[in-house]
């Protein structure tokens, strides 16, 4: 039998906020927890039989109305389970974003190309943005589930926030400067200098003050409005 995943854990920590069925955690997993672990969604009905096989979760049939439905329920197996997997190490971030890598690969293509690969980059991050206020709002206004965990859920909206505000200014920084690159893409003196000065800045950047990309001689991006709902400082 198919031994418990991070996913498997995932989905056992949901349940120990509550019974639910399959249906209700695929809404929790949508909600906020595929945002940092993805791999969940596509296996969120799977893995509730699978932890009720390993004794984690208890399994019982219920009807709303004529159809039937299938309520899990954390065990005390499971919880003690759920305290050893939380204690333990987690490995550290992986990022996979096919749109940088195509900008990793942009030289065989056109300086469009590229352009329109960082425009969807800064599109992808100010989505993430429009849902963070939306979650904001909710955890501001007591309108989301599980306001026990408030703390913990203003933990990870913060790192989420913060990372895709920087992917966002990143992005509007790069569009910046590659408008100046020549057509073709070809390194010049003029670019190869001015990413050896981009290299040189983070290397005189004090820890503590990183964030927005180092300074070059790029012109100043257009001036963007602030966000709202309260944006951590850098």
């Not at 759920?82 to 971030?93: I, K, Q, T």
């Not at 800064?122 to 599980?146: C, I, K, S």
């Not at 893409?185 to 820890?207: G, I, K, N, V, Y």
Request: hydrophobic share 40%; no cysteine; charged share 20%.
């Amino acid at each position: 039998m198919k031994e418990p995943t991070s996913t498997s854990y995932a989905v056992l920590g949901l349940l120990a906020a509550g019974p639910r069925t399959a249906y209700g955690l695929a809404r929790q997993v949508a909600r906020g927890l595929r945002f940092v672990w993805p791999r969940a969604e596509g296996r969120i009905y799977d893995e509730p039989r699978l932890l009720a096989a390993h004794g984690l979760a208890a399994a019982r049939p219920e009807h709303t109305g004529r159809r039937p439905r299938t309520v899990y329920t954390i065990t005390p197996q499971g919880r003690r389970a759920l305290r050893r997997w939380v204690a333990e190490p987690g490995a550290g971030p992986v990022l996979e974003y096919e749109a940088l890598l195509k900008v990793a690969f942009a030289g065989h293509g056109t300086k469009a190309d590229l352009l329109g690969h960082l425009t969807a980059i800064g599109g992808h991050a100010a989505a993430h943005l429009a849902t963070g206020r939306t979650r904001a709002d909710e955890y501001a206004n007591a309108l989301v589930p599980l306001p026990e965990h408030l703390a913990i859920n203003a933990l990870m909206w913060n790192f989420l926030w913060q990372f895709y505000s920087t992917v966002e200014d990143w992005a509007s920084w790069a569009i910046t400067e590659v408008t100046i690159w020549p057509d073709d893409l070809r390194p010049t003196a003029e670019t190869d200098a001015r990413a050896a000065d981009l290299f040189r800045a983070a290397l005189r950047t004090p820890r503590g003050q990183r964030g927005s990309p180092p300074t070059m001689t790029a012109p100043s991006p257009p001036a963007r409005p602030s966000r709202q709902h309260g944006r951590p400082a850098r």
